[in-house]
């Protein structure tokens, strides 16, 4: 084996990883959302209007994948969507009373999860750790490019 497993990061991010969305998993089933919905909420929230392929992007998830979330959430009536003013191909989507109503309730358990993670640090530790997975991301995709 080229490298031994203590030595290998991407072991304890994946369980951070894991451990954050079950996490969130649970925080936010009672308001009948699962992370992707919520996610999607959660950017539709701050940017009123954008397309499925932007919250895809803004969500970290595929087009395709978007497109089942974004399907299942207007079948809820928690979005709608309307074409765009000049680009009728492009979709605008925006929360609906009712999606609002779930993103607040789910947000509000949410934010015990993130508040919890925040508590464990002090501000410079957040800024240090958010500049560390900066640097592990930058590293990962250097690595894809090489392989």
Same mark, same amino acid.
């Given at each position: 084996?080229?490298?031994?497993?203590?030595?290998?990061?991407?072991?304890?991010?994946?369980?951070?990883?894991?451990?954050?969305?079950?996490?969130?998993?649970?925080?936010?089933?009672?308001?009948?959302?699962?992370?992707?919905?919520?996610?999607?909420?959660?950017?539709?929230?701050?940017?009123?209007?954008?397309?499925?392929?932007?919250?895809?992007?803004?969500?970290?998830?595929?087009?395709?994948?978007?497109?089942?979330?974004?399907?299942?959430?207007?079948?809820?009536?928690?979005?709608?969507?309307?074409?765009?003013?000049?680009? %009728?191909?492009? @979709?605008?989507?925006? +929360?609906?009373?009712? $999606?609002? &109503?779930?993103?607040? /309730? !789910?947000? #509000?358990?949410?934010?015990?999860?993130?508040?919890?993670?925040?508590?464990?640090?002090?501000?410079?530790? %957040?800024?240090? @750790?958010?500049?560390? +997975?900066?640097?592990? $991301?930058? &590293?990962?995709?250097? /690595? !894809?490019? #090489?392989?």
């Amino acid at each position: 084996m080229g490298m031994p497993a203590d030595e290998r990061l991407g072991l304890d991010i994946k369980r951070t990883e894991q451990a954050l969305i079950a996490a969130k998993q649970a925080a936010i089933r009672p308001a009948g959302l699962t992370v992707p919905q919520y996610a999607a909420l959660f950017a539709l929230d701050g940017n009123p209007g954008m397309s499925g392929a932007a919250l895809a992007r803004a969500c970290l998830v595929t087009p395709q994948a978007m497109t089942v979330v974004l399907k299942n959430l207007e079948e809820r009536g928690f979005i709608e969507r309307s074409p765009h003013p000049w680009h %009728r191909n492009v @979709l605008e989507t925006r +929360l609906t009373e009712a $999606g609002r &109503a779930a993103l607040e /309730a !789910a947000d #509000e358990r949410a934010v015990v999860v993130e508040r919890a993670i925040a508590a464990e640090f002090s501000a410079e530790e %957040r800024k240090i @750790l958010r500049d560390l +997975l900066a640097r592990c $991301g930058e &590293a990962i995709a250097r /690595a !894809a490019r #090489e392989l």
